[in-house]
């Protein structure tokens, strides 16, 4: 059986030093965490928890299973940290989730945002190859055109 390599974002544990065995991180280690990695002025936290199956839009389900704090602020911060070391592994806000929503359009995926290589895409992208190359014909005829017949 071929080895497998270890996931960096799950595979990572806080040791402790006398008996070298595994610190479980709580939900207020997670929150007093989240504290010190809030960089927005005072924090305000509103809800702590442990996302183990399903992973919301704006995360790619690779980090699972991770820990989300959501902060009451002006930008709806939220928090993502790793699950067995509380190491900061996202941060999203509503500029960055607006930011992602318009990257989403630009580049037609609407499910997943990460293929810039869809069929609707490559459809514009040769679609617009079609209109600059009758757009440069129709130049061409018109500038032939005023040079035959005199105003």
């Known amino acids: 059986m071929p080895h497998q390599p270890l996931n960096p974002y799950t ?4 040791l402790k030093l006398d008996d070298l065995s595994v610190v479980e991180l709580s939900t ?5 965490l989240a504290e010190r990695y809030y960089k927005k002025g005072v ?9 183990t199956t399903e992973a919301p839009s ?3 389900p690779a980090h699972l299973p991770i820990w989300r704090v959501d902060f009451d602020d002006f930008a709806d911060t939220t928090l993502y940290l790793h699950r067995n070391t509380g190491e900061m592994t996202v941060r999203r806000h509503d500029f960055w989730r607006g930011f992602d929503f318009m ?3 630009h580049i037609m995926d ?9 069929w609707w895409l490559r459809a514009f992208i040769i679609a617009t190859f079609g ?21």
């Open 58 to 60: 704006e995360l790619s």
């Open 110 to 118: 609407y499910e997943e945002r990460t293929n810039i290589t869809t």
């Open 103 to 105: 990257w989403m359009l």
């Open 43 to 51: 924090p305000n936290i509103a809800k702590v928890e442990l996302l």
């Open 131 to 151: 209109f600059i190359f009758t757009g440069v014909i129709l130049v061409i005829q018109t500038l032939r055109s005023s040079k035959r017949k005199p105003l």
């Open 28 to 32: 207020n280690d997670i929150s007093d």
């Open 11 to 14: 595979h990572k544990f806080l």
